[in-house]
């Protein structure tokens, strides 16, 4: 697609929710380390073997990459919250990382990118550099997973903007960079850390072309 093979030196809006995330990390650990992501897991690993090497892009308290790497898959984890990544690596064998999304500068380093729930504060127009970034960091053939919120438009909860995301953007964002193996929703049946009218997840499943 257009303007998806530049780097766009945007000042990424998931740094407008780090205050938050950073004075609410006991809360949002509390009430999400038990989450079951099982129906996610098992689609995104299907296609990875072990030991894989997985980047959590966003990985939040480190729920998801501590179940990576139970099952034998080297992970590499980043957030832009310090307080998410202290709790992160409570839980980690390999520290998480302190950056941001614009931070990304691997080249054809993982066989697989999760990111769960982490996209869902980036606007519209900057999501192509960041998934840009996300097909340059995955090897030939790789695997990509993501999350966002069902639905269209925006809306502010505690100083964040979340923005939704529906089929036909996301492909279209996708582009020839990524072949979309599946998008499926799913229903949020908790929506206790952000309420929304639309209790509804968009599930991506990619390959990079």
């Given amino acids: 697609m257009q303007g998806s093979h530049r780097l766009v030196n945007f000042l990424y809006s998931d740094k407008s929710s780090v205050p938050y995330y950073n004075q609410n990390a006991q809360i949002f650990y509390e009430r999400t380390i038990n989450a079951d992501l099982s129906a996610g897991y098992n689609r995104f690993l299907a296609l990875l ?20 790497e ?3 898959y080297h992970v590499t984890a980043f ?17 998480a990382k302190l950056m941001f999304f ?13 990111a769960a729930a982490s ?9 192509p550099g960041i998934l840009h970034r996300i097909h340059r960091a995955l090897k030939p053939g790789g695997i990509f997973f993501a999350t966002f919120k069902h639905g269209e438009g925006s809306h502010m909860q505690d100083g964040r903007t ?9 492909r279209r964002y996708l582009g020839d960079q990524f072949e979309v193996i599946d998008i ?6 908790s929506s206790k850390v952000a309420h929304s ?9 990619a390959r990079k072309n």
């Fill in 162 to 170: 979340f923005y939704y995301m529906t089929e036909e953007p996301i």
């Fill in 119 to 127: 996209l869902i504060h980036v606007p519209d127009n900057e999501l």
């Fill in 79 to 95: 957030d832009g919250s310090e307080e998410m990544v202290k709790f992160a690596n409570q839980l980690l064998k390999e520290p």
């Fill in 197 to 205: 009218p639309n209790k509804m997840w968009l599930n991506v499943l």
């Fill in 102 to 114: 614009e931070d990304m500068e691997f080249n054809n380093e993982f066989d697989g990118v999760w």
């Fill in 49 to 68: 073997e072990p030991p894989a090497k997985i980047l959590d892009v966003g990985c939040g308290v480190g729920r998801d990459a501590r179940y990576f």
């Fill in 184 to 189: 499926w929703t799913t229903e949020d049946l």
């Fill in 70 to 72: 139970g099952l034998g």
